[in-house]
């Protein structure tokens, strides 16, 4: 029996998103109301700001002095890419003691109500599975209904040109909404990562399954941003079409 209760009495995994931000004023309030209507027990949200000039920083101040500790900011002075900013949020969730490590987009795309799915297929899974991924094509995910069909075809197609050079088996390996497991973030050694835009999500699944590691996916609906304007930029679209080849012939470093 005092096993037993020591087991019920046992804290509940920290879960920390982080939620890189620039220019995202009109979205971020909204996203924070989500995930805090989840319920999940100690969920902790990390806004890492870019310097956005729209306020989305100062505002994340205040939203977090309001949320008795369960929101947190991380300012950087300059906006250098989506892999830089989540290497900052990811590094510090780390060392503020999370169990696991989301990464979210903040402009709305990724469904908030799929995040208790994601974290309990992780905490189930054994120390091999790595990240437990938000996929938009394994049976039952999907995408906007609101794309136009060159924008399918494009994610489609990095989909499968990501796999036919890196043969990762992740049927949507340039996904951005992933629960990962502290120590596998360790395992790759996060802090080496130097890819940015969707070409970090390729890198960081690259890394996964070089040491062995699993990546499940589940299933989601991606929607299309509201408010704000999309950050994909061609310099962005032209690092992810190089990457694979870098990483293939390792070009990325020891920790690739």
């Known amino acids: 029996m005092e096993q037993v209760s ?45 310097g956005s000039p729209d306020g989305t920083g100062d505002l994340a101040d205040r939203i977090a002095e309001e949320s008795g500790g369960a929101v947190t900011v991380l300012h950087r002075t300059r906006k250098d890419g989506l892999g830089r900013a989540y290497v900052a949020g990811m590094t510090r969730a780390l060392a503020d003691g999370a169990d696991v490590v989301v990464q979210m987009d903040a402009d709305l795309s990724h469904p908030a109500k799929t995040l208790p799915l994601m974290v309990r297929t992780l905490l189930a899974g054994d120390d091999d599975l790595a990240v437990v991924l938000g996929s938009r094509y394994v049976a039952g995910g999907a995408l906007a209904t609101e794309w136009a069909w060159h924008r399918r075809a494009l994610s489609a197609w990095a989909n499968f040109y990501v796999n036919a050079v890196l043969r990762l088996g992740v049927k949507d390996a340039t996904a951005g909404y992933k629960a990962w497991r502290a120590g596998a973030l360790e395992a790759i050694d996060l802090p080496s990562v130097r890819s940015n835009g ?55 470093g020891a920790g690739s």
């Open 6 to 50: 020591r087991a019920a009495d046992a804290p509940s995994p920290k879960v920390v998103v982080v939620v890189p931000t620039y220019n995202e004023r009109e979205n971020l309030p909204l996203l924070i109301d989500l995930l805090t209507a989840l319920g999940l027990p100690n969920l902790h949200v990390l806004v890492v700001d870019d």
């Open 198 to 252: 969707y070409s970090f999500q390729v890198e960081m699944n690259h890394r996964t399954i070089r040491r062995g590691l699993r990546i499940v996916e589940v299933p989601i609906t991606f929607e299309e941003r509201v408010n704000g304007e999309s950050k994909l930029s061609l310099r962005v679209q032209a690092e992810s079409a190089i990457t694979p080849w870098k990483l293939r012939f390792g070009r990325r």
